[in-house]
């Protein structure tokens, strides 16, 4: 913004005092019969209207309020939108309906990261916990760079199964209403018993080499044994889910943050993620000029900054 006029100048006053001096008449030349009255006052007029700032006082241009009122501000923006929050958004069905395809996440990066020892208790940290639904990097050596969204379904230690599509952590059924039972926008066959019985029910298709060659040294009393600094994660659309079922845990350093809410949600196909080099809306199948003719008809209002859980 440009602040034009909104400085007096210095030599608008030394005008006026000098018209000041002209005004005064000396006592001599006062008018006959009256007694000398005292010279009238002319009032110093900066341009514009405004009132001559106190002598040795300088008027602060509105140019240099701003950026002292702002810069701070805007700092603060940028390093919380670096370091703080991250944006991101979902391209596939794995977590619905929990999270639907075309929702745009702001992630906390804070919340899940290591306390660090000489500021503790300022920001809230706290560890993962069962039923988190995370952000982390994938730990697919193939994929390497793929960010992934899935619930925390086992901490290290625990003991996983899946008994009839049902998931057990140390003995006990998990009550999971997030969870859906059924396909949705994928071609899974049911009955599955390697996906229904996990791990009893046979290797899974699509297991990636790695997993499949170590996945025999953490399987005991048939359950799958967390190892420590380790996650095992699934998706909420359990039978359209590729996750630690297919490539084993997710370590603790791949952990990115925790998603707290639908900033936007744009009604989208999974198929618009599905080229390479397309990774967003603004790049997919339709470009931004179809995106925004449509913005009113397919934005998903009610997912309106929508609370994640």
């Given at each position: ?43 110093s007029?900066?341009?514009?209207g ?14 240099e ?16 939108i ?6 991101f958004?979902?391209p ?20 899940f ?33 793929v960010?992934l ?25 998990l ?5 859906l ?36 040294q ?6 799958v044994?967390v ?11 359990r039978?359209?889910?590729?996750d ?11 952990i ?35 995106v ?9 209002w009610?997912?309106?900054f929508?609370?994640?859980?």
């Amino acid at each position: 913004m440009r602040a034009e006029g909104a400085e007096a100048k210095g030599a608008a006053g030394r005008g006026a005092n000098g018209r000041a001096a002209a005004g005064k008449a000396p006592a001599g030349d006062a008018a006959p019969g009256r007694r000398g009255r005292a010279p009238a006052q002319t009032k110093s007029r900066a341009r514009g209207g405004g009132q001559q700032p106190p002598a040795g006082k300088r008027a602060k241009p509105l140019r240099e309020s701003f950026i002292r009122v702002w810069a701070p501000t805007l700092v603060a923006a940028i390093f919380i939108i670096t370091f703080n929050v991250q944006a991101f958004e979902i391209p596939s069905g794995s977590m619905e309906k929990t999270l639907l395809i075309g929702d745009h996440l702001l992630v906390d990066r804070i919340r899940f990261a290591p306390p660090p020892h000489w500021l503790p208790g300022v920001l809230p940290y706290r560890p993962v916990r069962h039923g988190d639904i995370m952000v982390f990097m994938t730990p697919v050596r193939s994929e390497k760079g793929v960010h992934l969204v899935k619930r925390v379904i086992g901490l290290p230690g625990d003991r996983i199964r899946l008994v009839n599509g049902v998931v057990y952590r140390n003995g006990r059924p998990l009550r999971e209403p997030y969870a859906l039972r059924q396909p949705v926008g994928c071609n899974a066959t049911l009955p599955n018993p390697a996906l229904q019985n996990w791990p009893d029910g046979g290797p899974l298709a699509y297991t990636t080499e790695r997993w499949a060659a170590t996945e025999g040294q953490y399987i005991h009393d048939g359950q799958v044994v967390v190892p420590p600094g380790n996650y095992f994660v699934m998706g909420d659309n359990r039978l359209c889910s590729f996750d630690s079922r297919y490539w084993g845990f997710v370590p603790r350093a791949n952990i990115i943050g925790r998603p707290e809410v639908v900033y936007w949600s744009y009604r989208s196909k999974a198929s618009q993620y599905g080229l390479p080099g397309h990774g967003n809306i603004a790049a997919s199948v339709e470009s931004w000029p179809s995106v925004l003719w449509h913005l009113p008809t397919r934005t998903r209002w009610e997912r309106t900054f929508h609370i994640v859980r």
